[in-house]
């Protein structure tokens, strides 16, 4: 069959495939460490599993409005009230099937041919695709290791042209894990206002954070508010990548127009797991904060082994769960014969030889990294780090 232009223009989730390909060899009984996926390795906890049995036990088991639950909803407005300092009501929300499909709702509502999104590289995988799919065009701005990896200013007022419809803002960053302080959020805030660009704030990292404090764009100005997005969900956070719950934030008519588009496609997200999902905004938070605190344990120690390893250079994420070191001293340089062209084949060679799997910077727009996350248990980033290390030493 011949396949729409539409859906050409897109490959798959080079982030989902090397995960699954990982899985692959270690049930073929290969002995990987997989550092690829974007997955909290920890279990949902108890409650909200709990929570999630008792909705299927009482029959809570049929359509929902598609916009998510009136529960549900007005239990995300207290939430970006009271960590977010923002006022939302409940028509302003749009539940999910995960971020992902917050985004991408968003991105059909508002984009089309002719239109430009500003995406600050390193992205994350789906923004561009996204937008191709819509039929805008991504307008990716580079940054450097001397801007910690984030945009500056300057930079963004030279990407906005007439045609400048949205930008696309992720802080805490998937995969630098950089954060953007308030005062790099109002210079960019100001830009953004001065020039009607929408912006999407995909805030799904927040509660992932070391250092510094997060802030949503969305909260700096009523004006700011006004053309801002705010996507975040269950996935990271609450370790619920499973259950597919994300939401969005915004303008009435928009989140509307989103809600039609979730009629047409996937209506509700599944009723259990909003149910579960109100138990997770509502319940205790202290295994979040435990999950957090491991997070920071094995952030500090991968910083300190990888930069402990020549040819690696890695910044201290203040927050997410990845590690995104420099790697570019080991391209063109080989590894028993053969040539490390570039981040991907630096990755081909480092599962092939060292059963570790990364994935390559490329496929983020920065070739000169790669992407470790360290949402695994110590023990393998131990074990996954002295297979690197050793890895690296015969690199010549
Ligand atoms: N945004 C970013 C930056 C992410 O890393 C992810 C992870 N998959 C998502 C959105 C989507 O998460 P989910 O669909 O599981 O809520
Ligand atoms: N967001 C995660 C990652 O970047 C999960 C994979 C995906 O959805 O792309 O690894």
New binding site residues.
């Given amino acids: 069959m011949k396949l729409s232009k539409r859906i050409m223009k897109i490959g798959p989730s080079p982030t989902l495939g090397i995960t699954a390909r990982a899985k692959k060899m270690q049930a073929e009984g290969i002995d990987v460490v997989g550092f690829g996926a ?1 997955e909290p390795d920890f279990d949902t906890p108890v409650n909200i599993k709990d929570a999630a049995k008792k909705a299927i036990d009482s029959g809570f088991t049929k359509y929902t409005p598609t916009s998510g639950t009136q529960e549900l909803k007005a239990a995300i407005c207290e939430k970006l009230k009271q960590d977010n300092s923002l006022d939302y009501s409940p028509d302003q929300i749009l539940v999910s099937c ?4 917050s ?1 991408f709702n968003t991105v059909m509502a508002l984009c089309e041919e002719g239109d430009e999104v500003v995406i600050p590289s390193p992205f ?1 995988v789906s923004y561009p695709e996204m937008v191709n799919l819509s039929g805008a065009k991504p307008v990716i701005i580079k940054t450097t290791q001397d801007s910690n990896l984030k945009i500056t200013p300057d930079q963004l007022k030279k990407a906005i042209t007439p045609k400048t419809k949205l930008f696309i803002m ?1 802080s805490p960053s ?1 995969p630098t894990g950089m954060v953007y302080s308030r005062k790099e959020l109002e210079s960019i805030a100001e830009i953004l206002v001065e020039n009607k660009v929408c912006c999407i704030s ?1 805030e ?2 927040e509660k992932i954070i070391y250092d510094g404090e997060h802030a949503s764009i969305a909260s700096l100005s009523p004006e700011m508010k006004e053309l801002t997005i705010v996507v975040n ?1 269950l ?2 956070s609450y370790s619920m ?1 499973g259950w ?1 719950i ?1 939401y969005a934030a915004g303008p009435k008519e928009v989140m509307g127009a989103m809600s039609n588009l979730q009629d047409h496609s996937t209506s509700n997200p599944t009723s259990i797991s909003q149910k579960a999902a109100h138990e997770a905004l509502r319940g205790p938070q202290d295994e979040m904060k435990r999950m957090v605190e491991a997070f920071r344990e094995r952030r500090n120690y991968m910083v300190q082994r990888l930069n402990s390893i020549e040819g690696v250079e890695c910044l201290l994420p203040e927050g997410a769960f990845y590690t995104f070191p420099n790697i570019s001293a080991m391209i063109d340089k080989k590894y028993d014969g053969k040539l490390i062209k570039d981040s991907f084949s630096l990755t081909e060679i480092l599962l092939a030889e060292a059963k570790v799997a990364v994935i390559p910077g490329a496929v983020f727009g920065d070739d000169n990294h790669i992407r470790l996350s360290y949402a695994t248990s110590m023990e393998n980033i131990k074990k996954g780090l002295d297979r690197i290390e050793e890895f690296a030493g015969k690199i010549s």
């Avoid at 995960?98 to 499909?101: L, M, Q």
């Fill in positions: 974007g995960g971020a992902k499909h985004i994350w992720n998937n995909d799904i990292y969900g996935s990271k990548t597919r994300g």
